[in-house]
Nanobody, 119 residues
Framework: VQLQASGGGLVEAGGSLRLSCAAS????????WGWYRQAPGKQRELAAA???????KYADSVEGRFTISRDNAKNMAYLQMNSLKLDDTAVYSC??????????????WGQGTLVTVSS
């Protein structure tokens, strides 16, 4: 299973960015997606996650500003980030949990993408 992450970059405070994550390869069923983030000097935290049933979890710090979604037909997930704050500056890493064609359950990570929010 491969995971290709895209999006991120530099944005002014109050602006918006969208992160995307695309799964490919030997995955037969996706059970969930998510993004973790890690800011400099801080612990990694789960920013948002969505299950195949549509259950969503957000970190308190992004609730109401970030929206996670998925496109089952395209095996993709998105993280729309609005009203970005300086504290949102972090490396964002997406993951996908799925059943492989071999029958096992795997968690695959995409490459981290840097989101920098400037004042």
């Amino acid at each position: 299973v491969q995971l290709q992450a895209s999006g991120g970059g530099l944005v002014e405070a109050g602006g918006s960015l969208r992160l995307s994550c695309a799964a490919s390869g030997s995955i037969s069923e996706i059970h969930g997606w998510g993004w973790y983030r890690q800011a400099p000097g801080k612990q990694r935290e789960l920013a948002a996650a969505i299950t195949s049933l549509g259950r969503i979890k957000y970190a308190d710090s992004v609730e109401g500003r970030f929206t996670i979604s998925r496109d089952n037909a395209k095996n993709m997930a998105y993280l729309q980030m609005n009203s970005l704050k300086l504290d949102d500056t972090a490396v964002y890493s997406c993951y996908v949990v799925g059943t492989t064609t071999g029958g096992g359950i795997s968690t695959t990570w995409g490459q981290g993408t840097l989101v920098t929010v400037s004042s």
